[in-house]
């Protein structure tokens, strides 16, 4: 026999409490349609008539199979529910469910709302009532929870039944300054469960602010609660609401949950878990976690070589689950941590076959690590390695030599008295017999400079003659610099992801005392594995 533990997603509400953070009512839409598609059973859109942009995703809400809701707070003293405009613009959005957050601290009942506990008490029942009467589904999120409860239990505890006796449907704890560690969370669910207030009717809403949002929130549900809130990636006010992004697999696969619980998430939805995460963070325009549980980059890559050989001989040796079951992929890098082993299972999965006793292997090998040791870093550039080892190899083909290039940056005034700076570059390859010259400036079409490695990355993808056609679709899409240590001296290290047409993603790295120079490394890396990739024949 299972419990049926219900997931409720805020990503929409807290998320967009993240700092930084402001989504588009299109962006919420989509947002929505992913979070329909991993399985959660409720949607928090956000609080109608606090801005246009929830007032707008509101007004015409995509249809989903998780209960669309409503975000807003209790209504204020000295006005009855239905006469309280931000309540009724809460109720305007038309949606099944409606969350209020309401006090249940006596300290923030005097301070942030300077009224009786009494009227507070009032206040949450003619809400919830109001709700209720209206035909929703409600929802009460007991905003400092466990503080106030800390603090004067039968008064957090009277807020609790004030709501339930009015009709909620869940009553959500919640640790809103995040500072309750797990064990007392667990504790404080357990006394208010023995308190009379169902478990079935418990949710559980933490926040991250000493790193165990996900552990609080087990706790609550080990104690007994049936609701879960959380958010994508863990988004949420300060440090975050806890992640759904971990919860959600961990619920799943982790005993004791998946023997006793049943959530609403699918294996299909449970797979899509990668992708989701990650396009949220491409809808914020910020770079994935990589260490993130589950679905982070390096949550299934095996580095060091005693993992990486082990890992050959049967994945469980070094991973707690299937990568595959949350959507996510096993990699073996190449840095001065690896064996052999990763090297020919790196080789491999870009087909570059090698005979396990070929000499090569430690020559290779030897080289990525003193190549390290001057600053170079392989695991995060695979396009790079794999042009050392075709070159150690004796398999690299030579398209083109570099003859020179030359970048400047120069800032003047324009005919208007404006102050503008220009990068330029030249660069000179040399193709079978013939030398080429190409120049470019890097303007985009505002006409604003891009800078010296936008400017030396157009001028080498300018005219490359008969490989023309192979790099057009090219474009640089990401770019990190690093000052590093490399051998006695500190050096630049720059690491150039780039993308084509065919949907390719590839990075490569170049190492200088120079940025622009390391730059310029890590760029015709990039273009000589496009090359390598289409299976161009030099001319
Ligand atoms: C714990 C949480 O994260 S809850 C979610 C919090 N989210 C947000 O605050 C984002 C959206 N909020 C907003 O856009 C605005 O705060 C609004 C539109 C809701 C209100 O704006 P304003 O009317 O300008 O009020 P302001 O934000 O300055 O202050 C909040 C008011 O709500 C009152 N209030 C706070 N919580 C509650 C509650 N649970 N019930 C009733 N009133 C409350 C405060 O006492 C304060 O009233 P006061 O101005 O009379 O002192
Ligand atoms: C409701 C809410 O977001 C909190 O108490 O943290």
Redesign the pocket.
């Known amino acids: 026999m299972t419990d049926r533990l219900y997931l409720y997603d805020t990503t929409l509400?807290?998320g967009?409490?993240t700092q930084g953070v402001q989504f588009s009512s299109a962006e919420k839409a989509e947002i929505a349609g992913m979070l329909d598609q991993l399985g959660v059973d409720y949607i928090e859109g956000g609080?109608p008539?606090?801005?246009p942009t929830?007032s707008d995703f509101f007004a015409s809400a995509p249809t989903t199979r998780a209960t669309m809701t409503a975000?807003?707070?209790?209504?204020?003293?000295g006005r009855s529910a239905e006469n309280d405009d931000?309540l009724a613009a809460v109720m305007d959005a038309g949606t099944p469910a409606v969350c209020?957050?309401?006090?249940t601290h006596p300290f923030?009942v005097r301070e942030?709302?300077?009224i009786t506990l009494d009227e507070?008490l009032q206040?949450i029942s003619a809400?919830v009532a109001h709700l209720v009467a209206s035909g929703r589904e409600a929802l009460f999120?007991a905003?400092?929870f466990f503080d106030g409860y800390a603090d004067d239990p039968d008064y957090a505890l009277s807020c609790l039944r004030a709501a339930l006796t009015s009709g909620a449907r869940w009553i959500v704890l919640?640790d809103?300054n995040g500072g309750t560690l797990p064990a007392k969370v667990g504790r404080i669910v357990q006394e208010v469960i023995a308190a009379g207030i169902p478990g079935d009717r418990l949710g559980i809403h933490c926040h991250d602010d000493t790193g165990n949002a996900v552990a609080c929130t087990l706790a609550a549900v080990e104690a007994g609660v049936r609701q879960i809130q959380g958010t994508l990636n863990g988004l949420g006010?300060r440090c975050g609401n806890a992640s759904l992004t971990t919860l959600i697999p961990t619920l799943l696969l982790k005993e004791p949950y998946r023997s006793i619980l049943r959530t609403g998430v699918s294996g299909e939805g449970l797979g899509a878990l990668t992708r989701i995460s990650r396009r949220l963070d491409e809808i914020l325009n910020r770079a994935p976690l990589r260490a993130a549980p589950y679905v982070g980059a390096s949550a299934f890559a095996h580095k060091a070589g005693l993992h990486a050989s082990a890992i050959l001989k049967n994945p469980a040796t070094y991973e707690h689950v299937e990568p595959a079951v949350v959507g996510n992929a096993r990699i073996i890098p190449m840095s001065n941590q690896a064996g052999q082993s990763n090297l020919r299972a790196r080789l491999a999965e870009a087909g570059i076959i090698v005979e396990r006793d070929d000499p090569a292997l430690a020559r290779i090998l030897d080289l990525v690590k003193s190549r390290e040791d001057d600053g170079y870093a392989y695991d995060g550039a695979q396009a790079s390695f794999e042009l050392l080892a075709l070159t150690e190899l004796g398999r690299m083909k030579k398209f083109f030599e570099i003859d020179r290039y030359r970048v400047t940056v120069e800032r003047r005034k324009n005919a208007l008295g404006r102050r503008i700076t220009v990068s330029e570059a030249v660069v000179v390859v040399r193709i079978g017999d013939e030398r080429m010259l190409s120049v470019s400036e890097s303007m985009d079409e505002e006409g604003q400079d891009r800078g010296p490695v936008n400017a030396l990355s157009r001028a080498l993808a300018k005219d490359l003659g008969p490989y023309q056609s192979h790099i057009e679709d090219m474009q640089l899409v990401d770019f990190r610099v690093r000052i590093t240590a490399g051998g006695t001296d500190a050096v630049t290290r720059v690491i150039i992801d780039s993308a084509d047409g065919q949907g390719n993603r590839w990075s490569t790295v170049g190492v200088s005392h120079n940025i622009v120079d390391a730059s310029f490394e890590a760029l015709v890396d990039a273009i000589r594995w496009k090359l390598i990739r289409d299976g161009v024949t030099p001319a």
């Not at 975000?71 to 003293?77: C, E, I, P």
């Not at 209020?100 to 006090?103: D, E, I, N, Q, T």
Request: negative net charge; aromatic residues 6%.
């Open positions: 509400r807290d967009q409490q609080w008539g606090a801005n929830d975000f807003g707070m209790t209504k204020r003293a931000v209020l957050v309401g006090k923030h942030a709302l300077g507070n206040n809400s999120d905003e400092h919640c809103t006010e």
